[in-house]
Each structure stands twice: as structure tokens, then as C-alpha cells.
């Protein structure tokens, strides 16, 4: 199947730093990708849908300034988490949707973020 | 508006037994389905999808799902449980063949005991 990678796995900052976490399709080219955020037992939330070569479209009640989307290529989609707080710590997950398999959408593994 | 229900929190099963884990959805149009499953502290993994077709899909690691559309419900089933199939089970539901979001359910934790 369509592999999709994130990087870091995880990751601890400060309060009041930024964390950029990157999503990657591995092999093939992705020109949507989604971004997610999920709290312990709970479902996903998606945050934004990020398109390549355009801006990003965020849900309601999701803080454009805040998390900032990048897609700059077909293969790379970053998401910034700017000036974390405790609040902001969650699981972040990427998805990117092949075109070739139906529009199916394929999970990263996941980011782990804890602000301190 | 889309909606996904997903009403049992949690499905235990004893190995080897068949298991079912219940979706029901609201969506105007055609509905495109889907089973993800999630390991602890891991991204979602894609079981199978209902676009189109026959109604009774079939997935990876032996997963089933039958889309019944007076019922509007897409049921996961396996016939015999393993115990490595313990896990956290997401459906999700889109609006259109090129549809750019996925509304999810609030998932179904399945246990398997040996």
C-alpha cells in the first residue's frame, strides 16, 4: 500500500518555541494532504487540508497563525505548531490522498508532541 | 451534514470467535466508506473501503464490511478473532468520489482475549 512518513515521532519543546513536524508520501505524489490532531481516546479532528502550491484550508475553530501549513511539494507537507503551549500538546496525524487508489486516504504514523 | 456513529466503546471477543464492530452513518448522496484501524501510539492503518459495487467488501487481515444502504450501516466483521486483531477501529465517511474530507467516528477499542 501507499506509504506515508512523519517525522519527528516525537517530540518535547518549551513553552513558547516552535515545532515543525513534517508528512511525507514515500511513493507517490500526493497533491492533498490532511492534517489531524487526536486527544487521548478520543476520534480524529481534522485541523486543515493542505493543497500543494496553495494555501491550506483550516477547519472552524482552528488557529491559522497558530498551525501553519506548508505543502511545497507533491511529496511534502509540513505542519508548525508556533509558540506551543501545554495546551497544544496532542498526537498530530498527516494523511495524503493517492489519486490513483480512489481518493483513499494513507496515515502517517503519528507525532507525539509534549510542550512543557 | 456527515455524520459517522459508532455506538459500542468498546467489543470484547474470545479468540477464534466471529467479531463485529457496528457503523452506522448519515451522508447526503453516495456515501464513501471506510475502516481504518490504530495501534497504540501509531497512525491509522487502512483496513478497506465501499465506493461502489458489491455491497460486501473485503479487506486486509481477513476484515469484511457489508454496506447496507436501507440501514445505513457499515459493519466490520472478521469470522475467527485473533488476538493480535486488539486494537482501536475508526470508521470514516466521505460525501463524494473526490471528496476532501473524511468525517470519523469515535472509534471502537476491540478486544480479543485468548
Known amino acids: 500500500g501507499a506509504v506515508v512518513s512523519q517525522h519527528p515521532s516525537r517530540v518535547i519543546c518549551k513553552s513558547g518555541t516552535s515545532v515543525k513536524i513534517e508528512c511525507r508520501s514515500l511513493?507517490?505524489?500526493?497533491?492533498?494532504m490532511f492534517w489531524y490532531r487526536q486527544f487521548p481516546k478520543q476520534s480524529l479532528m481534522l485541523m486543515a487540508t493542505?493543497?500543494?502550491?496553495?494555501?491550506?484550508?483550516?477547519e472552524q475553530g482552528v488557529e491559522k497563525d497558530k498551525f501553519l501549513i506548508n505543502h511545497a511539494s507533491l511529496t511534502l507537507s509540513t505542519l508548525t505548531v508556533t509558540s506551543a503551549h501545554p495546551e497544544d500538546s496532542s498526537f498530530y496525524i498527516c494523511s495524503a490522498r493517492d489519486p490513483d487508489r480512489q481518493e483513499t486516504q494513507y496515515f502517517g504514523p503519528g507525532t507525539r508532541l509534549l510542550v512543557l | 451534514a456527515q455524520s459517522v456513529a459508532q455506538p459500542e466503546d468498546q467489543v470484547n471477543v474470545a479468540e477464534g470467535n466471529p467479531l463485529t464492530v457496528k457503523c452506522t452513518y448519515s451522508?447526503?448522496?453516495?456515501?464513501?466508506l471506510f475502516w481504518y484501524v490504530q495501534y497504540p501510539n501509531r497512525g491509522l492503518q487502512f483496513l478497506l473501503k465501499?465506493?461502489?459495487?458489491?455491497?460486501l467488501v473485503k479487506g486486509s487481515y481477513g476484515f469484511e464490511a457489508e454496506f447496507n444502504k436501507s440501514q445505513t450501516s457499515f459493519h466490520l466483521k472478521k469470522p475467527s478473532a485473533l488476538v493480535s486483531d486488539s486494537a482501536l477501529y475508526f470508521c470514516?465517511?466521505?460525501?463524494?468520489?473526490?471528496?476532501?474530507?473524511?468525517?470519523f467516528g469515535t472509534g471502537t477499542r476491540l478486544q480479543v482475549f485468548p
Open positions: 493542505s493543497n500543494e502550491g496553495s494555501k491550506a484550508t483550516y
Open positions: 465501499y465506493i461502489t459495487g458489491d455491497n
Open positions: 511513493d507517490f505524489q500526493a497533491t492533498t
Open positions: 451522508v447526503s448522496g453516495n456515501p464513501y
Open positions: 470514516a465517511v466521505g460525501r463524494s468520489y473526490n471528496t476532501d474530507k473524511l468525517i
